[in-house]
T-cell receptor
Framework: SQKIEQNSEALNIQEGKTATLTCNYTNYSPAYLQWYRQDPGRGPVFLLLIRENEKEKRKERLKVTFDTTLKQSLFHITASQPADSATYLCALDLMFSGGYNKLIFGAGTRLAVHP | ETGVTQTPRHLVMGMTNKKSLKCEQHLGHNAMYWYKQSAKKPLELMFVYNFKEQTENNSVPSRFSPECPNSSHLFLHLHTLQPEDSALYLC??????????????FGPGTRLTVL
């Protein structure tokens, strides 16, 4: 069966440390993988996209890796801040012949950064 | 603000009521989506409209009826819902290119409670 798994438990870290979130999937072959941030009571907000032929992508304090052999993506936030506390969603991006891309989301990992 | 608005933000309805959710995007996108998000579960794609045409109905019960009068507006008509339909309903839009990945822009959602 097709599955997407993210760390189901909340991740608690100290301010200034690096947070690492994991996204594992089975029986999919995504062309792209996206990461979103969701705050309570709000819709998800796009953060980063990585292509299947890219190993790593960076944006400011964020870094994403994508290993299509392991079927895994890692999402890193360096020098974490309390404002980074949120739920982070990974989404597999499946290209469809209907002319649009279909996103399959994981359940998300809740990150709490403590001062 | 993401450029996608949803109304109402909160809705409480009885099982015999009929109500509608509204979504409007101000981004000039051609694709619009309805998602359901239940507690601690992944976002579930419900419907996709591409250039006003419905391209996906993800086995959604007929008590949910979508309508897309133009590329900027999307409605979800609700009737005879069940308590298990209580969830956060999210609308999203994207500019589909058919040749790469499409970032989705989400609205703030409608928190629906069915009594």
């Amino acid at each position: 069966s097709q599955k997407i798994e993210q760390n189901s438990e909340a991740l608690n870290i100290q301010e200034g440390k690096t947070a690492t979130l994991t996204c594992n999937y089975t029986n999919y072959s995504p062309a792209y993988l996206q990461w979103y941030r969701q705050d309570p009571g709000r819709g998800p907000v796009f953060l980063l996209l990585i292509r299947e032929n890219e190993k790593e992508k960076r944006k400011e304090r964020l870094k994403v890796t994508f290993d299509t052999t392991l079927k895994q993506s890692l999402f890193h936030i360096t020098a974490s801040q309390p404002a980074d506390s949120a739920t982070y969603l990974c989404a597999l991006d499946l290209m469809f012949s209907g002319g649009y891309n279909k996103l399959i989301f994981g359940a998300g990992t809740r990150l709490a950064v403590h001062p | 603000e993401t450029g996608v608005t949803q109304t109402p933000r909160h809705l409480v309805m009885g099982m015999t009521n009929k109500k509608s959710l509204k979504c409007e995007q101000h981004l000039g996108h051609n694709a619009m989506y309805w998602y359901k998000q239940s507690a601690k579960k992944p976002l579930e794609l419900m419907f996709v409209y591409n250039f006003k045409e419905q391209t996906e109905n993800n086995s959604v019960p007929s008590r949910f009826s979508p309508e897309c009068p133009n590329s900027s507006h999307l409605f979800l008509h609700l009737h005879t819902l069940q308590p298990e339909d209580s969830a956060l309903y999210l609308c999203a839009s994207s500019q589909t290119s058919g040749s790469g990945s499409d970032t989705q822009y989400f609205g703030p959602g409608t928190r629906l409670t069915v009594l």
